[in-house]
C-alpha cells in the first residue's frame, strides 16, 4: 500500500470517528451535562457490529495506530480485553465505542506489560467500565503509570492479580492460558509481557505481546523438551497448550524485525497473522524481514495499518472466518 492510500485511509478512519465524537457533543450540550470528559465517553454512540450467534466466539484486534488492544468474546457473552491501546482520547473513545457495541456482560481485562502505547489507556477504560478481574504484568515499567491503573481497578471494585505462567482466563469451553512470563527473574520490559494461549472449538490464538526472539527462542526449547520427555509443559490442568497447533498469531511487538524468528514462525505454523500497528510509524512497524517470513510460514498476513478493526469469528464447529472495518 502507497503512502497516498496509507493518508486516505487514516484521513476517513479520523473522520469517521470526529463525527461520531460530533454527535455526542451536540447531545451532551443540548441536554446541559458537560461538566467532565468521563460522561462525554459514555455518551458516545455505539458501532453498528452485528450480534454473534450462538456458539461463537470473536477475536477483535482494534485499530488504535501504533498500540495493542485485542477483545475475545466468549460464548457466554463474557469477554477478555488484552490491553488498552496508548491513551489518546481518539483511542480511548474508539476502545468504549466498540466494547458497548459488543453487549458485554463480564470483562475480564488483561496488562500484558506496562509500556505505555499498550497499557496508557487501561485507566480511562476503567473509569467507564468496570472489570471483574484486572491482570497486571509482573514487570512495571513506570511506578506512576503502574499504580494509576491499580488505583483505577480498586475504585471500580475489580480483582486485581498478577498474570504469570499458567494462570487461566476460563469460561466453558473457551480458555485463555498464561504461557509466558513467569513471575521471577523478569528484567526486560518486553520479554516480561504476558503471552497468552486462547482455545476454542479446536481453533487455537497466540497473542505474542512484545516478546522478542530472544524469549521465542526460550519457548521453543521448552517445547523441544517438552517432546524429549513425552510430557506436556506447556498445559494448566486440564487446559491444554500446545504451541504447534497455532492457527491465528498476534505478531509479536507490532511486526517487528526482532521478534517472529523463522523458528518461532516453524513451530507455530500460523495459518493467520495479525499485525497490530500505526500507519506510517517512526519504528518502521511491521519490518520487511518479519512480514516475509510470515509470508513463507504461509500465513495470511492482516494489518491494522491496512485494514482497520479486524474480527476473527470461530464456529463451534472448528472453521473461523476473518473480515475487517473502519469504524
Known amino acids: 500500500m502507497t ?3 496509507y493518508k486516505k485511509r487514516n484521513i476517513y478512519r479520523i473522520l469517521r470517528r470526529a463525527a461520531g465524537i460530533f454527535a455526542a457533543v451536540c447531545t451532551i450540550a443540548a441536554i446541559g451535562v458537560w461538566n467532565e470528559f ?13 450480534a454473534r450467534d450462538r456458539g461463537e466466539v470473536r477475536v477483535h484486534f482494534l485499530d488504535v495506530g501504533q498500540g495493542d488492544c485485542s477483545v475475545v468474546e466468549f460464548p457466554d457473552g463474557s469477554a477478555l480485553v488484552i490491553d488498552a491501546g496508548d491513551g489518546s482520547w481518539e483511542n480511548n473513545d474508539h476502545i468504549l465505542r466498540y466494547l458497548k457495541s459488543l453487549h ?10 506496562a509500556e505505555t502505547d499498550h497499557c496508557g489507556g487501561v485507566a480511562a477504560l476503567l473509569e467507564d467500565w468496570r472489570a471483574n478481574t484486572v491482570y497486571l504484568p509482573v514487570l512495571p515499567a513506570s511506578m506512576r503509570l503502574y499504580e494509576s491503573i491499580a488505583d483505577a481497578a480498586a475504585a471500580q471494585g475489580a480483582e486485581v492479580k498478577t498474570l504469570s505462567r499458567y494462570d487461566v482466563i476460563a469460561t466453558g469451553d473457551a480458555y485463555a492460558v498464561c504461557v509466558s512470563p513467569y513471575s521471577v527473574d523478569e528484567t526486560d520490559m518486553n520479554d516480561s509481557s504476558a503471552v497468552l494461549y486462547f482455545r476454542y472449538a479446536g481453533v487455537n490464538v497466540l497473542f ?3 516478546i522478542s526472539k530472544e524469549r521465542e527462542k ?22 491444554a497448550v500446545d504451541l504447534r497447533e497455532t492457527d491465528i498469531l498476534k505478531v509479536s511487538h507490532h511486526g517487528s524485525g526482532g521478534s517472529s524468528s523463522e523458528e518461532w514462525l516453524a513451530l507455530l505454523s500460523p495459518k493467520t497473522a495479525i499485525v497490530s500497528c500505526g500507519a506510517g510509524n517512526i519504528y518502521g512497524h511491521p519490518a520487511g524481514g518479519a512480514l516475509n517470513r510470515l509470508a513463507a510460514a504461509g500465513a495470511d498476513i492482516y494489518r491494522t495499518d491496512e485494514l482497520g478493526d479486524i474480527m476473527v469469528t470461530i464456529s463451534k464447529n472448528g472453521t473461523y472466518t476473518t473480515e475487517y472495518h473502519y469504524y
Do not use: W
Open 218 to 239: 526460550r519457548l521453543i526449547n521448552e517445547q523441544k523438551l517438552s517432546d524429549a520427555l513425552g510430557e506436556r509443559l506447556f498445559d494448566s490442568g486440564n487446559y
Open 208 to 210: 505474542g505481546g512484545d
Open 104 to 113: 458485554i456482560s463480564t470483562l475480564f481485562l488483561v496488562v500484558t506489560h
Open 3 to 5: 503512502d497516498k492510500e
Open 38 to 50: 468521563s460522561p462525554f465517553r459514555r455518551a458516545l454512540p455505539v458501532y453498528g457490529i452485528d
